[in-house]
């Protein structure tokens, strides 16, 4: 039965942003040659350690949501701990309780975004609203005006 599961791992900084991305797509290969399958995957940030970690002070961690069978998560954490490029890994079982959590949070993150646009549009009204009124035409500009209307018609 597949389960779904959560990889928080780290890669050092002095790695180039190119080298970062392969090896994150390292890891999804490793996940799917496993027999796993790929949910999502992101970067959560960069970070100074507390302790060194294969003489790194800093590293970035990425994320990776995945589904696979209990046995193949061994297979896949054996693996990755063995790739160099990758300075620790952790693999947890991702609960109902969190799915529920992270469904609320991008629910709640969608609605900001609307209450945003809302927003945005309603500074769009109000600036059209409050446009400057043209000047008042003076009096004799209108007689003029007038006067040729008046003086076509007559002829």
């Known amino acids: ?27 999804v290969k490793v996940i799917q040659a496993s027999g796993g399958s790929v949910v999502t995957t992101r970067e959560v940030g960069r970070q100074r350690l507390a302790y060194p970690i294969k ?13 696979a ?20 890994c952790l693999v947890t079982v991702k609960s109902e309780k969190a799915r529920a959590v992270g469904a609320q949070i991008e629910v709640m993150e969608r609605a900001k975004a609307r209450e945003r646009e809302a ?7 109000a600036a059209a609203v409050t446009a400057p009124i043209a000047e008042p035409t003076v009096i004799e500009d209108l007689d003029k005006k007038l006067e040729e209307i008046l003086g076509k018609e007559m002829v």
């Open 119 to 125: 927003k945005a549009a309603v500074a769009e009204r």
């Open 1 to 27: 039965m597949a389960q779904t599961y959560e990889l928080l791992f780290l890669t050092s900084l002095q790695d180039r942003e190119a080298d970062r991305t392969a090896i994150r797509e390292q890891t």
């Open 55 to 67: 003489r790194q002070q800093a590293g970035e961690y990425a994320l990776v949501e995945f589904t």
């Open 69 to 88: 069978a209990g046995p193949a998560v061994k297979e896949i954490e054996r693996e990755l701990r063995l790739l160099p490029t990758i300075l620790r």
